[in-house]
């Protein structure tokens, strides 16, 4: 067996099993701590989880797509060096959004006190890019804070670590989504709604025939 792992848009993943059943003979549904796992009449095997927790207990696949295009309430933050998106979903519908970028100096091959004075002022303007980023997720996301369902990040670890360390989004962080820091290309409106569509894709782990 083969195994490998695939990434299925929620408005896909009907039609992903569908085809699945095609290639395999058919196949059934069962539930297994927080999975759902379909066994096809030949031995496949497809896993299925989600970044948003453990999956309910679903036996149908008309019930397991309606499950992945629910259309939860999402915070979305997206960040990497001298940019930032922030934007506030209501499924994949963009309610409020706001994208800006910031002047980062890059590293100098200077030395000596020259360097030293080169990566003061990078911190420096780093450290007012974040600042800026965690006033817009302040400003869009805390007035939407008791129906949002999920925070979901994207874009460069260490930039979304040091947003998320402001003291005023301390009441997101429970709201962080299991995705982790999902991939994602230089902040742009077009980045958030990729975010999204990633965040609410299935992921499916699948066991076939070489």
Known sequence: MEQRRVIVAAERVRRWFENFGARHGGFSLIWDEGHVIAHAADGAEAMVSSGWGALPELVEVEDLSAWF????????????????????????ELRVSKVDTHYVQGRTKAGGWSQQRYARRRQNQADKASHEAADEAAR???????????????????????????PRLAPLRPLLSGHGVLPAPEPRRVTLIEVVDLARSATITLNELA
Not at 72 to 87: E, M, S, Y
């Open 69 to 92: 295009l629910t259309e939860r309430t999402i915070g979305v933050v997206v960040a990497r060096k001298g940019a930032h998106a922030v934007a506030e979903f209501e499924g994949r």
């Open 140 to 166: 869009i996301l805390l007035p939407v804070l008791e129906s949002l369902e999920a925070v979901v990040c994207g874009g460069d670890h260490q930039a979304i670590a040091t947003i998320l360390q402001d």
